[in-house]
């Protein structure tokens, strides 16, 4: 039996099932025979395409700054596993983790019998334990792969935040934004809210959750951000409105994100799930403490460092948005991808505005990652003209980028969550 943490995520790695049926059965009935442990009084559930993660944080500080005890549980990691459990602003010890872990086994059974269990749907289980055995007001659980049959979909959130919906995953979700947005719509729940943070969300995610009974809340109609010359104003069509600060996370849409935040604790609020709290008070504090690690994370420097996550089309145009408004002379972009997405997209999406590309093959740090001859292929093929030079593995890029790049230049590292942890593991120059 394993004892470390290190031990543990090996074992359910080993143990992962490659080629398993999709749905909740398996990983209920673990659940179930734990005691089905409730993570919260108030529970909800964010999904979506991009802006998962810095929908979780601003929800978990406006939370806490209204005087909140809150879980966060988001996926994947950065550099440390404990990332994915973090209990009233701190992240879950090994300990606390490998016990969740001991108790989930038991759970599983043994020999033949013993229930199958991803490595995520591990994750999900412990998180879900450990937020059960803390006395917390709010749980917030970030949706990893679609929505329908995640893991997470095994607790019925008291409201569901869906952020966006774009091309990703499309082996497990679907060819298309209606079909990927019938899946996202899992998440939400008859007669409970169910945030919409885009202005134009696909007609299958409408259709879907319009047949599931959910309160539909959008962007656009139901509530607004409105940019002033000093902040931006959040606006419910109920007469509701705050004037807030501008968010600490950098990217003009931060506002669509915080705005969807805003409107599902008003939603919840206004049902008495999380207790009387000054919301605009609140939102303001939050906006300003809010941090998240590579989203348009400024590690300083000059030329300067940025890192970020972004890994799909929707996520490479906000980054062109971004870098076009900075107007940096020059842009290097540090730049590895996974093979199942849509590099070809991204490149397109980015091309514009990056005047070279140091590429980074990822094979070495997961087995799905892009080798760098296949990578450098498909920049030839989209971006023909661009300048680029070919690494085997991020770091070797990020130290030709860095060579390369003069003061008042720009160097961009994103991509995957890969490229992110091992630029954010390097040491400061």
Not at 6 to 13: F, K, N, S
Not at 172 to 180: H, M, P, V
Not at 202 to 210: F, K, N, Q, R
Request: hydrophobic letters at 45%; glycine letters at 10%; charged letters at 20%.
């Amino acid at each position: 039996m394993p004892r470390t943490l290190a031990e543990w995520l090996a074992y359910q790695e080993h143990v992962n099932p490659r080629s398993i049926e999709l749905g909740l059965e398996r990983v209920r009935t673990v659940w179930q025979r734990m005691g089905a442990p409730a993570p919260a009084p108030c529970v909800v559930t964010v999904g979506g395409t991009n802006g998962k993660g810095s929908t979780v944080a601003l929800l978990e500080a406006t939370l806490r700054a209204a005087g909140r005890r809150v879980g966060c549980y988001t996926s994947p990691h950065l550099l440390r596993y404990n990332e994915r459990v973090r209990i009233d602003g701190r992240d879950a010890t090994d300990e606390a983790l490998v016990g969740a872990f001991e108790r989930i086994e038991a759970a599983r059974g043994t020999g033949a019998d013993a229930v199958p269990l991803t490595y995520f749907e591990y994750g999900t289980l412990a998180a879900l334990d450990l937020f059960a055995r803390t006395e917390l007001d709010v749980a917030v659980l970030e949706v990893g792969l679609g929505g329908r049959l995640d893991a997470v979909n095994i607790v019925d959130a008291d409201a569901a935040v869906i952020t966006t919906i774009d091309l990703d995953h499309m082996d497990w979700l679907g060819n298309d934004r209606d079909s990927i947005g019938r899946e996202k719509a899992g998440i939400a729940r008859r007669g409970r809210p169910a945030i919409l943070g885009e202005l134009d969300p696909p007609v299958g995610l409408l259709d879907a959750l319009a047949a599931s009974g959910a309160r539909m809340q959008r962007a656009g109609q139901d509530f607004s951000a409105q940019r002033l010359e000093r902040g931006w104003r959040w606006r419910h069509r109920d007469g509701t409105a705050f004037d807030l600060p501008d968010p600490a996370l950098a990217a003009p849409v931060q506002y669509a994100n915080a705005a969807a935040a805003v409107a599902a604790l008003h939603a919840l609020g206004t049902e008495g799930r999380i207790g009387p709290i000054a919301l605009g008070q609140a939102a303001a504090d939050g906006l300003r403490a809010v941090q998240v690690p590579a989203r348009l994370q400024s590690l300083g420097g000059d030329p300067l460092l940025v890192v970020d996550v972004g890994h799909n089309p929707q996520a490479a145009r906000a980054l062109a948005d971004w870098l076009q408004a900075r107007g940096f002379p020059r842009v290097h972009a540090v730049y590895g991808a996974l093979a199942d997405k849509d590099v070809a997209g991204v490149l397109a999406a980015l091309g514009p505005q990056v005047d070279h590309w140091h590429l980074a093959g990822l094979d070495g740090a997961s087995p799905r990652g892009l080798p760098i001859g296949a990578l450098a292929q498909v920049l030839r093929q989209v971006l023909p003209q661009a300048v680029s030079d070919a690494h085997a593995d991020v770091p070797a890029a990020l130290a030709a980028a860095r060579a390369r790049a003069r003061p008042g230049e720009c160097i961009l590292a994103f991509g995957s969550f890969f490229v992110a942890s091992a630029v954010l593991a390097e040491p400061a120059v």
